[in-house]
């Protein structure tokens, strides 16, 4: 099958487009991960979250508006990110300094939440969210036709990337964010209030999860308990890209992607068992990830 | 008996330690001494299998330990302590002493024997000997400073070593603790007749006990010899001494 | 208090609540002996796992691997195989025990968060196989109709045989905790860097700990599969993982008899709880956040406060979790 060059060329794009949609996600758990400290199980519930606020908007309110669904991933991202400040504020830095396990399971508990509200608003049927006018179809790539809404999600993972990227090395913001990784002491000694980074990072996260949410919506169904696949998938992006590493996120998304898409067209029953290999394999060699340094001792 | 050769490290780009060779000599006291950053403690971290060394190697009596992780170094013999202090804080002083037999004497895999009753001889004997006999039962995070770096030096005697590395054994001490814990280091190393390589900022400690003395500056050996002949070396004395070796020459 | 006095409190503990255990299903109708049998089944799975989280401080969120690994495969020895059942009982345990040796040699290379992370990455593999697996393992459907062994088919006799295998296994543990093993855990748990000064191989050490810790979990995912008579897929999802790490919690993770608590605390709520609201979740949730916020050191540590503010115990004025002394 994989001989035949357009059929090899979609399994490829399918699998940058899995990638970046993964990445998205990862960038915003590493980013909280490495400043942090906080290992956020909800992630992925924040995805979930997003991409039914993404529903709601795109489906309900807005049905047949042009552009619904751009309005519906702003509207994902501002819900997460107030739900973020709320639950930064209120509770999680409360939670700071504690041993990990006491954050994990915070977090976890946003999980039950999160997965019963969304019973509750939405019930357990499958929803999809229609592509936008603009971007439906295929495209003509010269070797292969590609829906046009994959491509997309490919541009929106690297301009993702890059935003962050800009974000973290050439601002005042990314600057403090990196001064909070090595040192918090030094951070509030600069005058700096960290609270407020460590909340602005949390906020950010969530945020690109819940856009990322709702556009990934209409490439892909909703269900309740999805969440629980995306952050363990999450998970491995960052433990093979290196913990707090957006590179290595992204390199681990697109690793990831890959895998997924040849495994499903391979051993079609087992890609994920093929993911797990490849984890273990990259572990063997480097058990901090690709771009992970090793934590001090 | 501890070879040193060509020891260096680098930090990208920069040589933290650079063409290290040191022998220090069986029962010896040797002191390291250099001003803030010379890489006292990058020597320390490279010798205990911390850092991994970008050249050269380390040798205990003819073994090349270079490079190998700590608990291999306390199996062959190379006992090691802190500056910041560093005990099991919740644990009892006993617990503490008790913990390090177990793991000297291999005990560590040992599923069934009842910990507690395990070498609490031994245990009596080492807080006997470092006086800490009257605060065996209290947990380790209640001891005043002091205690805890008595503390701290009571467990690296419990794997009875060879040699043992001390980095800045009186940080943080008020004078009468230091001139406490020095005495008992000394006493203790010559009752039991282990190698002592120690780094040190009290210039007045060094002199007083030290049998052989290495200045390290800017991460490469400047002198290595007897004190007194270090303190008059004019180059040790441009670059380092300077005032502090007429409080030295007090002393010794 | 001495050793020798400890000792004796556990084992006091350990006869009271057995004999509680022991007269249930003279006094009660066949639901209290299936509760207690799946509490029975928890306070193993808890105290197993709190060996980790207590005593080694490692946080693992994948142990319902190790349970449903074992679970399975007494339930296809058994069936598929018709082994005979003490050999399938005792390869099923083994099993699990491998399990976690080959992935606790990946996961104890790593620290805290990121061991967090790769064991419930692991766990979801083993989930992942359980659900695709269905020709082994009956897939989504679960495997139904594990041929038990006649002597285990009245629940009382199962309640029996569960309740002393766990008072055993149990028994086992508590030595496990208190030996030189046990003494030398703790050291590495707190000072992992001072432990490897003393020459312990701290790897090793928690190794040897991840392989206790589930192999002991699949004695009890071996008893859930004989409480049930089939496996569902369900025991190795994420869930699982969690609920045994928020017993342990709820109870307090400091002291021994803490997860035990919390397992049997927690299942009596889950069952008083459904019976009003399919949304349990939600419940749980909630009593999560507040064990976190206000319960640090679990229901234990309410004990231990009371009984410190009567004067009984000394010390111990700071609440902070981790400054809470084992047993």
């Known amino acids: 099958m994989l001989t035949n060059p357009m059929f090899l060329s979609m399994t490829i794009l399918n699998g940058i487009s899995i990638g970046m949609v993964i990445f998205v996600i990862a960038a915003g758990l590493t980013l909280i991960l490495g400043v942090l400290r906080v290992l956020n199980f909800a992630h992925g519930a924040f ?16 049905d047949g508006v042009p552009g619904a669904l751009w309005i519906a991933a702003i509207a994902a991202g501002l819900v997460l990110a107030v739900l973020a400040l709320i639950i930064e504020r209120t509770m999680l830095k409360h939670l700071y300094g504690r041993e990990e396990y006491y954050q994990l399971l915070f977090t976890f508990a946003l999980v039950l939440l999160i997965n019963d509200a969304v019973k509750v608003i939405w019930g357990t049927d499958i929803l999809t969210i229609a592509h936008p006018d603009s971007l439906r179809g295929a495209m003509d790539l010269g070797i292969t036709f590609y829906p046009k809404y994959r491509l997309f999600l490919c541009a929106v993972g690297i301009v993702v990337a890059v935003l962050l990227w800009l974000l973290v090395s050439k601002t005042r913001w990314g600057r403090l964010t990196r001064a909070a990784r090595m040192d918090r002491e030094m951070l509030s000694a600069l005058g700096v209030r960290v609270s407020l980074v460590y909340a602005s990072v949390f906020v950010l996260g969530a945020m690109l999860a819940g856009i990322g949410g709702a556009l990934a919506a209409a490439d892909r169904s909703l269900y309740p308990g999805m969440d629980a696949d995306i952050i363990v998938r999450t998970f491995i992006v960052v433990i093979i890209g290196g913990l707090g590493s957006l590179w290595g996120a992204f390199l681990g998304a697109l690793i990831l992607g890959l895998i997924t898409a040849f495994g499903t067209v391979l051993v079609p029953e087992f890609e994920l068992v093929l993911i797990y290999l490849m984890m273990i394999a990259i572990l063997m060699f480097r058990p901090w990830g690709l771009l992970g340094r090793e934590e001090a001792r | 008996m501890l070879t040193i050769r060509d020891l260096g490290v680098n ?12 022998d220090v000599s069986e029962k010896s006291r040797h002191a390291i001494i250099g001003p803030n950053g010379a890489g006292k403690s990058t020597l320390f971290n490279a010798i205990t299998g911390y850092l991994k060394p970008t050249t050269g190697r380390v040798n205990l009596d003819g073994q ?40 000297h004497h291999s005990r560590a895999y040992d599923l069934f024997t009842p910990g507690a009753r395990l070498y609490r001889a031994e245990a009596e004997a080492i ?12 947990v380790a995070a209640t001891l005043a400073y002091g205690k805890q770096k008595q503390l701290e030096f009571a467990l690296s005697l419990a794997s009875e070593p060879k040699i043992l590395l001390l980095d800045e054994p009186t940080a943080g001490m008020s004078p009468r603790e230091t001139s406490e814990i020095l005495d008992l280091i000394v006493r203790i190393q010559e009752a039991q007749g282990f190698t002592l390589l120690f780094t040190e900022h009290d210039m007045e400690f060094v002199f007083a006990i030290a049998e052989t003395l290495t200045v390290l500056v800017q991460g490469r050996p400047l002198a290595t010899g007897a004190p007194a002949d270090v303190r008059d070396d004019p180059e040790v004395q441009r670059v380092y001494l300077g005032g502090h070796a007429s409080g030295g020459k007090d002393a010794a | 208090m001495s050793p020798a006095i400890e000792a004796r409190n556990a084992a006091l503990v350990a006869i009271g609540a057995a004999a509680i255990f022991a007269a249930i299903p003279m006094f009660f109708g066949d639901f209290a002996v299936y509760l207690g ?14 060996l980790m989280l207590g005593q080694g401080g490692l946080v693992s969120f994948g142990h319902a691997a190790y349970f449903a690994i074992s679970g399975y495969a007494l339930a296809i ?8 059942f003490w050999p399938a009982f005792i390869a099923a345990i083994v099993l699990a025990g491998i399990a976690a040796l080959v992935i606790g040699y990946f996961c104890i290379r790593l620290t805290a968060i990121y061991f967090a992370m790769l064991t419930l990455a692991f766990s979801q593999l083993v989930w992942a196989i359980a659900f695709k697996w269905d020709d082994v393992t009956g897939g989504d459907e679960g495997f139904i109709g594990v041929a038990v062994p006649v002597w285990l088919v009245e629940p009382s006799s199962f309640y029996y045989f569960a309740l002393g295998t766990v008072l055993v296994a149990g028994t086992l543990l508590w030595v496990i905790t208190h030996s030189a093993f046990g003494r030398v855990l703790r050291a590495t748990k707190e000072n992992p860097q001072r432990a490897e000064f003393l020459g312990l191989n701290v790897r090793r050490v928690r190794l040897v700990t991840f392989v206790i810790s589930g192999t002991f979990t699949g004695i009890a995912g071996a008893l859930f599969t004989l409480f049930n008579r089939s496996v569902f897929v369900e025991s190795a999802w994420w869930t699982k993982s969690a609920e045994v790490l928020i017993m342990s919690i709820l109870g307090g993770v400091g002291s021994f008899f803490g997860p035990a608590l919390g397992a049997a605390v927690l299942i009596l709520l889950d069952r008083a709880i459904t019976e009003f609201t399919q949304y349990w979740p939600t419940v749980l949730g909630i009593i999560l956040i507040l064990v976190l916020f206000f319960l640090p050191d679990g229901l234990i540590g309410l004990f231990r406060r009371k009984r410190a503010e ?5 010390g111990d004025a700071d609440p902070a979790p981790s400054r809470t002394p084992a047993e």
């Not at chain 1, 995805?47 to 807005?62: P, S």
């Not at chain 2, 006997?128 to 039962?137: M, P, T, Y």
């Open chain 1, 47 to 62: 995805f979930m979250l997003g991409g039914y606020v993404g529903w709601q908007v795109a489906e309900v309110w807005l």
């Open chain 3, 37 to 50: 049998a799946e509490i029975l089944i928890y306070i193993l799975f808890a105290l197993a796992f709190n």
């Open chain 3, 310 to 314: 009567d004067g009984d115990e000394l």
């Open chain 2, 127 to 138: 807080l006997e000997q470092v006086g800490l006999k009257d605060e065996a039962n209290r």
């Open chain 2, 11 to 22: 930090f990208s780009g920069f040589w933290a330690l650079k063409d290290v060779d040191l």
């Open chain 3, 77 to 84: 020895l058994l069936t598929t195989y018709s082994w005979p």
């Open chain 2, 64 to 103: 090349d330990i270079t490079g190998r992780p700590p608990h291999e170094l306390v199996k062959s013999g190379l006992g090691r302590s802190f500056q910041r202090v560093n005990v099991f804080q919740d644990l009892t002083v006993f617990e503490n002493i008790q913990a390090a037999l177990l793991a």
